[in-house]
């Protein structure tokens, strides 16, 4: 009986190990064609930098939903690889990040109903951070769309200043067509 309970915890475990180490993989190929890291934080509507390693440790706050390749969790998370709320305008993604969002969403195809907190709750970030993780999720995976820069954040901060609730798909589509 104990037997059987400690034999069962040892597959969770070595399987829990096998997923780990998948996403491992997947960390060290998208850290592949990395940019330069010795460049200087960006100034006032200086692109950030392109897929960049910081960007990539800023990614580790969207892991656990949006996973390390980007490819979200079937029936629960959606993927940022391939989306269109991703690689599309900057302004509805930056306002995704300000400001949370909830309810019925359509990506790449695929419906999904669930709820997401705002970026950088209980954890102030910079603008700039945003910009640098923004601009890392616009380029990987696939996905190669143009950088988000710091002038980008704070135009979408003054623009959505009086906003108190997670966007809904449809309310976003009307305020940033
Ligand atoms: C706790 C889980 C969770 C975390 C952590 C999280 N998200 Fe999300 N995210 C969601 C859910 C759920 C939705 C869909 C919300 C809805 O149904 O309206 C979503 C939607 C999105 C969307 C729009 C839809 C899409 O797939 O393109 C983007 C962009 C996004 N998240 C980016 C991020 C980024 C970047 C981070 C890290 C800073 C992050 N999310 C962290 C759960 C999460």
Known sequence: MLDTLYRRQFLVAALL???????GGDAADSADG???????PADMGTPAVVASAEGEELYATCVACHQVNGQGMPGAFPP?????????SPDRLIAILLHGMQ???TVAGVEYNGVMLPYGVGVPISDDQLATLLTYVRTSWGNSASAITVADIERVKAATSDRTTAW??????????
């Open 103 to 105: 309810g019925p969403v």
């Open 168 to 177: 809904t798909a449809d309310e976003l589509m009307a305020a940033m067509p």
């Open 34 to 40: 990395a940019a330069d890291q010795s460049a200087e």
């Open 80 to 88: 940022l690889a391939g989306s269109e709320w991703v690689t599309g």
């Open 17 to 23: 190990v096998a997923l780990t180490a998948c996403g």
